[in-house]
C-alpha cells in the first residue's frame, strides 16, 4: 500500500483480512479486524522521557525518537488482532551504545507512565501514544510471528530432542518437538457459520486459526497449543464454559469438534486455554 502521512485517515479493512499500512517515517501497523473501521496516526512532538518506564528492572531507559506516535481509532476496538513496529537508525543506536536487540516499544498507560512492552507488541486494541525506547543491558524477548503464508510468516522448526516454541501476534502460542524439521504457517479466516458448530455451541471469536505444516501426515513427538482468550477467561465456570475444536485443513461442512477436555487447562494468567498431546497439529481451530 501508499506511505501513509500523520494526520491522515487509513482504512482498516474487516472481515479479518490483514491491513498492513506503512508511514512516511516508517512507522508499520499490521492487524486484522473483524469489521472495517478508521485509525490516524499524529505525531506529539513533546512526549514524556525514557525515565519515566515503569514495571522493568535493567539499565534505565531512554527515548531513542524525539517524537512519539498516538494512534486514535473511530471507534473503541478491543477484538483487534494488531503489531506496530516503530523505525529506528541502527547508526545512531550504535553512537549511544544500544544494540539493536534492545529496543523496545513503549505504551503510554493510564497513570502516565511508560509500560515495557517488547519490540513487536501483541495486541487487542490500537487506541493510545507509542514511543521507542532503548537501554544498554540486555533483555530476551519472544519474536511474534505474523500470520500469513510464505517463507517470511514460517516458523522453522528443527528436528531432534526438546521443546521449540513459537508465539504469533495475537499471542497464539505452539510448543512442539519433532524427530522431522519442518515449516509451519498460520492464516485466519473471518466467519464461521452456525452450520459448522453442534447444537447449543457457539464460537467465542468471528474467525478461526488454519494451521498447516510442510509435514502433515508426520505424527509428532508432543505438540501444545495455547490459544489466547483475555475477553472470557476470567469468567465464572470459565473451565466448564471454554474449549478448543479443531476440524480438517480443508474441511468446508465438516462440524468443529471439541479436542479431548482431558488435555484443556485453563491458563488464567496467561490468559490462555493450553491444549497438550497433540501429536498433529494441521487443521482448523476455534474456541468455544
Not at 468446508?252 to 490462555?272: G, H, K, N, Y
Request: proline residues 4%; hydrophobic residues 40%.
Amino acid at each position: 500500500s501508499d506511505l501513509a502521512n500523520f494526520g491522515q485517515t487509513v482504512n482498516i479493512r474487516g472481515l479479518m483480512e490483514r491491513t498492513d499500512q506503512d508511514f512516511v517515517d516508517g512507522l508499520a501497523l499490521d492487524l486484522f479486524s473483524p469489521s472495517s473501521r478508521t485509525l490516524v496516526v499524529n505525531q506529539n512532538t513533546s512526549p514524556l522521557p525514557g525515565s519515566f518506564v515503569s514495571g522493568s528492572s535493567g539499565a534505565p531507559f531512554v527515548a531513542l525518537s524525539n517524537y512519539s506516535w498516538v494512534i486514535k481509532l473511530n471507534e473503541t476496538a478491543n477484538d483487534l488482532i494488531a503489531k506496530v513496529e516503530l523505525p529506528y537508525d541502527p547508526i545512531a543506536l550504535q553512537r549511544i551504545g544500544i544494540d539493536q536487540g534492545n529496543t523496545y516499544v513503549g505504551m503510554l498507560a493510564a497513570d502516565k507512565k511508560s509500560e515495557n512492552k517488547t519490540r513487536i507488541v501483541k495486541m487487542t486494541s490500537l487506541d493510545g501514544e507509542y514511543m521507542l525506547l532503548g537501554r544498554q543491558t540486555e533483555d530476551i524477548s519472544n519474536v511474534f510471528v505474523q500470520y500469513g503464508q510464505g517463507a517470511t510468516r514460517a516458523v522453522n522448526l528443527t528436528g531432534g530432542t526438546g521443546n521449540q516454541e513459537a508465539e504469533f501476534i495475537d499471542g497464539l502460542r505452539l510448543s512442539v518437538e519433532s524427530d522431522q524439521a519442518f515449516t509451519l504457517n498460520i492464516d485466519i479466516k473471518n466467519g464461521i457459520p452456525p452450520h459448522i458448530l453442534s447444537t447449543n455451541v457457539s464460537a467465542l471469536n468471528s474467525f478461526s486459526w488454519i494451521i498447516n505444516t510442510s509435514i502433515p501426515t508426520q505424527e509428532l513427538k508432543n505438540a501444545e497449543l495455547r490459544v489466547p482468550s483475555a475477553k472470557t477467561i476470567n469468567a465464572t465456570n470459565a473451565e466448564k464454559r471454554l474449549a478448543v475444536a479443531k476440524r480438517s485443513l480443508n474441511a468446508t461442512s465438516e462440524l468443529f469438534t471439541p479436542l479431548s477436555s482431558e488435555f484443556q487447562e485453563i491458563e488464567a494468567s496467561e490468559d490462555r486455554i493450553k491444549v497438550s498431546g497433540l501429536k498433529q497439529l494441521d487443521g482448523q481451530y476455534i474456541l468455544l
